[in-house]
Each structure stands twice: as structure tokens, then as C-alpha cells.
């Protein structure tokens, strides 16, 4: 068979790269899309490695009711029927839907459709609530509805990049090696980046401003007093306002004291913008995030539109969505507090008009965060959760696990058989996967893309539109609900978004109503708004009519004045300080190579080896502080819950800080689980919770002892006594534990054994113990090949590196020398470790590169790439090689 192509989208971040997809009988590979507008060919790490996460280990691939598989039919039956129950005992309000921007918009729209208009409540909200609803606030005052008014190219076209609270170069990395590129075309571009902590982002930046946390409406007041000081001027309604109140912040000074940042990088920062005018200001996370979000995103807003950089080229306010379809999510309607197609609930006729539905949500339905306060007091009794995994990303998460335990009745639609989230559910429903599904997303910069199945759906599984059809119609809807196909739904999407719509709202797809399916299929990728279908259809249905890639170049905003608004906003410090108590600043976000829970990433071995293990970034006096060491494991804790998490001491960390991922989770580890940790405040307008600060301790995890496995076979360690800290690492041929104990065991070798449960008479069983040393060794080997080994030592720095003795689970027999080796964890010659992975793509270690620097005197990240090949694909891994260079230089 001939290998076939399909063009699909990344499932991963917002950036929304094109993906080439290639199955060749039965093996898949991914290459970027060059003819995509937003990635043009490039792909990142996590892009790069798709084909690795394609496999069906641990997949959901039959519905499940109590624990037991069941037929398509009983699993839906009884999600209809009990929620029809508890709606026919307790109205409308006592069920709700828990959703995600990893939904295709076809999906989002039938679930919102369902609850808003048929159940008639609106209580269905999505993760997007914990990720860009600060954001979506934020424009709604500002510019009257949620809309993101550039686009990609405006990035490279800016002479000044200011990046807030956004780790780009890890979590948007084909962006940011755009805005790169682009700056080393021309060494007058400049590059800013506002993040207390000096992440890969901030080491490539002309400027960084590491400010205390939560201190950005500071910041950018003191920016806004500071343009208006220097003449520059607006008669935008709220002007007055707003620069009054910035003014009360006072001088460079003071705003460098609020901010804990030096004067004269401050005083760098606002000459710098106030003399460019291309200038864009990137804002995610650490701006969202916050219990003072909405007004952190107006702060930024106002210094936009007071200085008129908007809607300009190279010039306008960019908030980078995280996933890959939160744009299409709210375009739909599928916050709680929005009701659809960019309509409030004063639209709530006309939309019920359009949907000619039994039913229409009035008022705002529950938040997250208080829908599921509202689950664990028994208000809500039943739940359906959709591609999301709430137990390990709601803040307090440890309450959440209590509500759905409480709650009457859970569904969950998921691809995978266990997540923290899925083991709590009455009801399991197979959704089909990425690479088996059909629909469209929206990226940051409003494009419009269609993810495309290239393989089967598996099992049992469907399309998450199709099982919310399906219990529609079972639920007594099936007027509303007898879509044959995604296209048929995007249709009725697009329709809605230009029914009664004179041009008061910005968001219209008029120009899609009437795509054929055969259209459908063959969509290139397409910006919104999109007016007049016959424009788009002679050029081939891109690109449109009208230039859409900037927004409001008229400065007409779809406000009741027609203007935009500036927003007068008070800076006040988060919502829970520190304390003597809880003396430190608790801050989480994302690493480069794994997506929030694992439950994709980790199935690829090349991004799991990135960083293996959950972690916190200590400052060096912190560390001396509480008397942590780099590379042991410390417990951290707050008010809410503790994890265990191994020691990175760096000064890139602010002082007074840490910072925990938020990645690892019940099925990877003991005990890392951050978000049991995190705090439920949240921000009173848009009621995104506030992950990137909860007060905090740090102590020592007083382990006895410290040790790995490496197993051809996974392990059941968590039922394991003598192991308090256990971090599943999955390798190519091999899972990789790293352990540690409160207590030394009696027997090591019994342990060990029943670790890897092996029995007491297992010949092939290589062993050394030094007790004395509190070393202990062992390897099971089976016909001459290695089945499984342990090590264990008194300190981290005494056991192997890992990455040797994990080349030798090939399947095949280890030879002599290597058998030699075996016990000492090292290779005869030391020259053959690797050390631990840097570039995924190439899967180039770190001794490697150390050693080629050094043999070659290879100075430059270029001269790296051109040895090595390391980071020549996606570019994600070039910020540490230069710090390996740069640690190079600093030894010698
Ligand atoms: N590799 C990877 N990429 C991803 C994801 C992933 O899971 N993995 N997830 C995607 C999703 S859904 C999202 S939402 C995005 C998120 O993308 P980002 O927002 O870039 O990611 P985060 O790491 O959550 O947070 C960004 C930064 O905010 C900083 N920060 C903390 N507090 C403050 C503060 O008070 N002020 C300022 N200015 N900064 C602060 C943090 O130190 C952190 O470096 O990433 C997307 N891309
Ligand atoms: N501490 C802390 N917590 C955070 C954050 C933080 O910065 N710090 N960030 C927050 C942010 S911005 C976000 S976006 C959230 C993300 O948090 P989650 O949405 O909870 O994380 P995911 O791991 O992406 O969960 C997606 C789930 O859907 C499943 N899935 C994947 N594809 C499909 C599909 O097509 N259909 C169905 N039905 N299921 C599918 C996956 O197996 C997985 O279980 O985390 C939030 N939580
Ligand atoms: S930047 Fe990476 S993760 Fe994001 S869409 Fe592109 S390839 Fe996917
Ligand atoms: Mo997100």
C-alpha cells in the first residue's frame, strides 16, 4: 500500500501549528505543514514526537458503567436517564457539564447547545475558565466582546515584543521561534519579558524584569502614568479615569519598589515602549492567572489603547491561548458565563429562536471552581466531564476529589482507561482520539483550522459530537440533535454566529453557512470574520475578501458607544499573602516537554526523558534557608496539601518563590499531584483561580535512602510499604522508577525482589550489597538479557547515571563486558553516557553536547546544531544549549 497523507492540526497548544500526518501501512509519521499560515513547516518538540502518543496502550476503548464494560447502548441509556432523573426531581441547575478547550468546536457547540437550550441551564463551563477567561473578561471591557485583534505575523513585524507572564519559547514554541527569527534579521527588534522567574523565554530577551509576583497592574499602571507624563494622550471614554488611578502609583522609583525590580530596568523598559510603536504585548498565564486577572489583562489593554497600537501592523495587545481549541470553545459559548456564538444572555430569544429549542439558559450558569463547590455540597448531582481531567487540574484539588466522590452520578468521556479523574467516574464513555477524529479548531490568531482523522477509531470509541448527540436524542431532543456528520453541525455553528447579525458582533462566519460537505473536507485553514461566501469560493476557499488578520483598524468596537474603553484599575497584591506560617510564594506552570496531565505525553519516551521527574525550583538562599540540596527531594506544602518533589536550587528562581509543575499526577507519581496544593481564590470578574500563587513551605524529605529502577515490565510500587517516593518515568523498551524511602528495610534483597516481583529463587539474579555503605545492587536477567534492575544508595549523587544502563534494554542479550559493567552502573568506558536527553527531536544527550563543546570548541548554538544536528528541528531545546555553553565558558 501506498503511504497516505492527511493535513490535520497540532492537538497541542494554541499556536495551532499544520501537521502533515503519513500512514505507511501501519506506521504513522508527522512533519509540519508548510503550507499553514501559522506554522509554516515548523513543528516543536511535542509536534515532532505526535506518532510516539498515536498507540493504543491504556486507551478507553468500550464504555464502562460501575466498573464493568458495557454496551454503547446501556452506557448512554443510563447517562439519560439518570440525568433525566435528577432534572425531572431537582430542575434544570442540579446537573451540569465540565468541558474543555481539547474539544472540536463541534463537540463544544452540541454539549453548550444541549445544556443551554434543552436542559435549559447554564451550568456547563470548561477548563478554559481556569486559563483564558481573565482574558475574555478583560477584552469584553475593553473592546465589548472577546475578541483577539491580531495575528502571528504581527509578532514578526513588531519592533518591540513584551511577553507577560508567558513562558513562550516552552509552551508556544513555533511562536516563539518566529518572534526569534524575526529578531535576528534585525538587531533593532527588541525583545522583553515580565516573569519573576528567568525562564528559557526570559534568557533570550534584551530585557527581563523578574517582578514579584502578582505585581503587574503595578507594572503597567506605572506604564500608563508614565505615557500620559510624557504627552501622550487619548479622548477614549475611561482614559480619565484609568490614568488618574495610574497616576497614584507615582515615579520609576515607586513602581520599581512595588515591583521588586531594579529602577533602572524599569526606567529601561517604559522608554522602550513608549518609543516604539510596533509594539506587541503577549500576555498568558501569569497574567490570567490571578486572583486580580481581569484587571491585570486591563492594565495591559489601557497602555494598548492609549498609545493607539492596535489594530496597526507589528502593533496591537495579544493574548496566546493555551489549548488548541479554547478559541473555538468561546466562540461557541461554552464558559457558563456567556450563553453562544459571542452572545450574553441578554441574546437568550434570539438564540432560542435560532435553535427553535424547549428551553433557554437566562442567567450565567456555575464556574468551575463553584461548580464543583456546589457538586461536594450535594446542589449539583450529576456531572458529565469531557476531555478534561479536573482531579489533577482544579485548584484544591483534593476537594474536587471529595465532590465527585459525593456526587450522585459522574460521567466522563475520556480516551484513556485511567486517569485520576476517569477512576472516579459511574459512567465511562470512549472517545476517539486526535489522530481519529474529524472537526475544526481555532487557534490565537482566529484561524480556523480542520483537524482530519487518519486512522480508525478503535474499539468502541466515537466522536465526542456524536456520543452528546446520542444521549440528546435519548434524553427526548432529537429534533436538535439529528446531526449526521461534524460538517452538518460546523454549518448550524457558522449560521448562528451570523443570524441577526448587523455587525454587532465582530465574530461571524457568515461566509461558512452554507460550505458543502465535500467543502467541509477540503477547508484550508481560514481566519475569522468571514463574510461573503462567493469571494471565498472563487479563491479557493482562502484566503477572504476583506483582509481579516487585523481587527478594529477603524477603531469601531462593538460597544454600545462604538468605542473602546479604557478601565481604571487598583493594584492590590494577591489574594492569600505569605506568612510566617507559609513564607513562600507557591508558583506552577508548565514545562517544554510534557502537555498538562501526561496522559499524551508520557507515552512518548523522548519527551518524557526531558525532565523525568516533578520538581521545585528553589533561589539558593531559600535553599539554605530550609535546608533543601539540589537534586534531593523536599516536601512542599500550604494550607490545602503536600507533595514530594525532587530539589532544582537555582537563582533563576526569585527569591521568596518556588515553582512546581503542574504535570505529574496519581498515575506518575506518589506524590506530586501541585494542584491538590494550589489556591482556590480566584478572581471575582472572570473567576479564574489563582495558580500562580499560594503561600508555601519547604522542608526536607528526610529519605533514608534513594534509589532507581529500570524495568522491563511496569511495577505496581504504589502498594509498595517500603517506598514513600515513587515517580514513574516511561522509557523506549523500559519504565524507569525513581524511589526513596522514609525507613531502611531489614532485608534489601526480599525488598527488592518483591519490588520487582521476582521470586526467592530466581537464579539469574546479580547482586551486591555493601550495608556498611547502604548501597545495594541488583539485576534480574532472563536467557542473557536484562529483565529488571535496582539500585539504591544513601545519597542521589552516589547511584549511576541512568541513561546507560537504560540503553541496554534492547530486548537482546547484554554482552560481556556490558554484564561487567552491569553492577557498577557504569559503562567500562565512561566516554559511553550519554547523560540525560536535551533535544527530543534528535534525541542528543547532555554529555554528549558537554563533550563535543569541548572536544570542538563549539561556541555558539549554531555550531551545536551543525555537529550534533541538536536543536536544527524544532528549535525548542536551543535556550539550554546555550546555557550549556554558557556553563562551559563560566568553568573555564
Ligand atoms: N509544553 C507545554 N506547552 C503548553 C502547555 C503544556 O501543558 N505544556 N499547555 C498549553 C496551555 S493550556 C496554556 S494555558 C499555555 C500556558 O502558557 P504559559 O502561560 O506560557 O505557561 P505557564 O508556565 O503556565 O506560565 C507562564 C509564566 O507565568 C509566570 N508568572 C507567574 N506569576 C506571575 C506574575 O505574577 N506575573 C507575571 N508577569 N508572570 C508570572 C510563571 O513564572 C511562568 O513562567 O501553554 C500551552 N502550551
Ligand atoms: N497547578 C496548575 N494547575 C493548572 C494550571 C496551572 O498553570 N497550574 N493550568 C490550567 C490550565 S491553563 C489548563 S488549560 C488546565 C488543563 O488541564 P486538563 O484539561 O485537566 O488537562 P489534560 O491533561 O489536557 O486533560 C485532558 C483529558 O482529556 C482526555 N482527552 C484528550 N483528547 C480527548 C478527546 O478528544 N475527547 C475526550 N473526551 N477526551 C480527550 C485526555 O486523556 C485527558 O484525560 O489545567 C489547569 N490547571
Ligand atoms: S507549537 Fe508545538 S505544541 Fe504548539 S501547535 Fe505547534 S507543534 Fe503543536
Ligand atoms: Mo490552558
Not at 140 to 152: M, N, Q, S, T
Not at 312 to 324: E, W
Not at 662 to 677: C, T
Not at 864 to 892: F, R, Y
Request: hydrophobic share 40%; charged share 20%; with cysteine.
Amino acid at each position: 500500500m501506498n503511504a497516505v497523507t492527511t493535513r490535520t492540526t497540532c492537538p497541542y497548544c494554541g499556536v495551532g501549528c499544520g501537521v502533515n500526518a503519513v500512514v505507511d501501512n501501519d506506521a504513522v509519521s508527522v512533519a509540519g505543514d508548510s503550507a499553514h499560515p501559522s506554522n509554516l513547516g515548523s513543528l516543536c518538540s511535542k509536534g515532532t514526537a505526535l506518532a510516539d502518543t498515536v498507540g493504543l496502550q491504556g486507551r478507553l476503548l468500550h464504555p464502562v458503567v460501575d466498573g464493568r464494560r458495557a454496551s454503547w447502548d446501556d452506557a448512554l441509556d443510563e447517562v439519560a436517564a439518570r440525568f433525566g432523573q435528577i432534572i425531572a426531581e431537582h430542575g434544570p441547575d442540579a446537573v451540569a457539564f465540565y468541558v474543555s478547550g481539547q474539544l472540536l468546536t463541534e463537540d463544544y457547540y452540541v454539549a453548550n447547545k444541549l445544556m443551554k437550550g434543552y436542559i435549559g441551564s447554564a451550568n456547563i463551563d470548561t477548563n478554559s475558565r481556569l486559563c483564558m477567561s481573565s482574558a475574555v473578561a478583560g477584552h469584553k471591557r475593553a473592546f465589548g466582546e472577546d475578541v483577539v485583534p491580531g495575528c502571528y505575523e504581527d509578532l514578526e513585524v513588531a519592533d518591540l515584543v513584551v511577553l507577560v507572564g508567558s513562558n513562550t519559547a516552552w509552551c508556544h514554541p513555533v511562536v516563539y521561534q518566529r518572534i526569534v527569527a524575526a529578531q535576528e534579521n534585525d538587531p533593532n527588534k527588541k525583545l522583553v519579558v515580565i516573569d519573576p522567574r528567568r525562564t528559557a523565554t526570559a534568557e533570550g530577551a534584551d530585557l527581563h524584569l523578574p517582578i514579584a509576583p502578582g505585581t503587574d497592574v503595578h507594572l503597567f499602571n506605572g506604564l500608563l502614568g508614565y505615557l500620559a507624563e510624557n504627552g501622550v494622550a487619548s479622548d477614549l471614554p475611561g482614559t480619565q479615569d484609568a490614568v488618574a488611578e495610574a497616576h497614584k502609583i507615582g515615579d520609576i522609583d515607586a513602581v520599581a519598589e512595588a515591583c521588586g525590580v531594579d529602577r533602572d530596568t524599569v526606567a529601561a523598559f517604559f522608554e522602550l515602549f513608549a518609543q516604539t510603536e510596533r509594539t506587541v504585548t503577549v500576555f498568558s498565564q501569569g497574567v490570567n492567572q490571578s486572583s486580580a486577572g481581569t484587571d491585570k489583562v486591563n492594565a495591559i489593554l489601557n497602555c494598548h489603547l492609549l498609545t493607539d497600537r492596535i489594530g496597526k501592523p507589528g502593533a496591537c495587545p495579544f493574548s496566546i491561548t493555551g489549548q488548541p481549541n479554547a478559541m473555538g470553545g468561546r466562540e461557541v459559548g461554552g464558559l457558563s458565563s456567556t450563553l453562544a456564538a459571542h452572545m450574553g444572555f441578554d441574546a437568550a430569544e434570539r438564540v432560542q429562536r435560532f435553535w427553535g429549542s424547549p428551553a433557554i439558559a437566562d442567567e450565567p450558569g456555575l464556574k468551575a471552581v463553584e461548580l464543583f463547590e456546589a457538586i461536594e455540597r450535594g446542589e449539583v448531582k450529576a456531572v458529565w466531564i469531557m476531555a478534561t481531567n479536573p482531579l489533577v487540574s482544579l485548584p484544591h484539588a483534593d476537594r474536587a476529589k471529595r465532590a465527585l466522590e459525593a456526587c450522585e452520578f459522574v460521567a466522563v468521556s475520556d480516551c484513556m482507561r485511567h486517569t485520576d479523574t476517569v477512576d472516579r467516574a459511574h459512567v465511562l464513555l470512549p472517545a476517539a482520539a486526535w489522530a481519529e477524529k474529524s472537526g475544526t479548531v481555532t487557534n490565537s490568531e482566529r484561524v480556523i483550522s480542520r483537524q482530519r482523522s487518519f486512522l480508525p477509531m478503535p474499539g468502541d470509541t466515537r466522536a465526542d459530537w456524536d456520543i452528546i448527540c446520542d444521549v440528546a436524542r435519548r434524553m427526548g431532543f432529537a429534533d436538535g440533535f439529528d446531526f449526521d456528520s461534524a460538517a452538518a453541525i460546523f454549518r448550524e455553528h457558522a449560521a448562528l454566529t451570523a443570524f441577526e447579525n448587523d455587525g454587532e458582533r465582530v465574530l461571524n462566519l457568515a461566509g461558512l453557512t452554507d460550505l458543502t460537505d465535500s467543502e467541509y473536507d477540503t477547508l484550508k485553514p481560514v481566519r475569522w470574520p468571514i463574510f461573503a461566501p462567493q469571494t471565498l469560493r472563487a479563491a479557493g476557499a482562502m484566503p477572504v475578501a476583506q483582509d481579516s488578520r487585523r481587527l478594529f483598524t477603524d477603531s469601531v468596537y462593538p460597544t454600545r458607544d462604538g468605542q473602546a474603553h479604557l478601565v481604571a484599575v487598583t493594584p492590590r497584591g494577591p489574594a492569600n499573602a505569605v506568612s510566617n506560617e507559609w513564607p513562600l510564594a507557591l508558583n506552577t506552570g508548565r514545562i517544554r516537554d510534557h502537555w498538562h496531565t501526561m496522559t499524551r505525553t508520557a507515552k512518548s519516551a523522548r519527551l518524557a526523558a526531558h525532565i523525568p521527574e516533578p520538581f521545585v525550583e528553589v533561589h539558593p538562599e531559600d535553599a539554605k534557608r530550609y535546608g533543601v540540596a539540589d537534586g534531593a527531594i523536599a516536601t512542599v506544602s500550604t494550607a490545602l496539601g503536600e507533595a514530594h518533589v525532587r530539589v532544582i536550587v537555582t537563582a533563576g528562581q526569585r527569591e521568596g518563590t518556588l515553582f512546581v509543575p503542574m504535570h505529574w499526577n496519581d498515575q506518575f507519581a506518589a506524590r506530586a499531584r501541585v494542584g491538590a496544593l494550589a489556591n482556590p481564590a480566584v478572581c471575582p470578574i472572570s473567576g479564574e483561580p489563582e495558580f500562580k500563587h499560594t503561600p508555601a513551605a519547604i522542608a526536607p524529605f528526610d529519605a533514608a535512602w534513594h534509589g532507581f529502577i529500570l524495568a522491563s515490565r511496569p511495577l505496581q510500587l504504589a502498594a509498595e510499604s517500603s517506598i514513600d517516593y515513587w515517580v514513574k518515568v516511561p522509557g523506549e523498551r523500559f519504565y524507569r522508577y525513581e524511589i526513596a524511602g522514609l525507613t531502611t528495610p531489614d532485608a534489601w534483597a526480599t525488598t527488592a525482589r518483591s519490588w520487582l516481583g521476582v521470586g526467592e529463587r530466581t537464579a539469574d539474579w546479580l547482586e551486591a550489597v555493601d550495608s556498611a555503605a547502604g548501597r545495594y545492587r541488583a539485576a534480574h536477567m532472563d536467557a542473557g538479557h536484562i529483565e529488571a534492575c535496582v539500585f539504591v544508595a544513601p545519597e542521589p549523587a552516589a547511584l549511576p547515571e541512568r541513561s546507560w544502563l537504560a540503553n541496554l534494554f534492547t530486548g537482546e542479550p547484554v554482552d560481556e563486558t556490558e554484564r561487567i559493567g552491569l553492577l557498577a552502573g557504569r559503562p567500562a568506558d565512561p566516554g559511553a553516557d550519554p547523560g540525560p536527553q536535551v533535544c527530543s527531536c534528535f534525541g542528543v544527550a547532555r554529555n554528549t553536547i558537554l563533550r563535543a563543546i569541548d572536544e570542538q570548541g563549539l561556541d555558539s548554538v549554531a555550531a551545536v546544531g551543525e555537529a550534533l544536528e541538536a536543536g536544527t528541528n524544532c528549535g525548542s531545546c536551543k535556550p539550554e544549549i546555550a546555557a550549556l555553553i554558557a556553563e562551559t565558558q563560566a568553568d573555564e
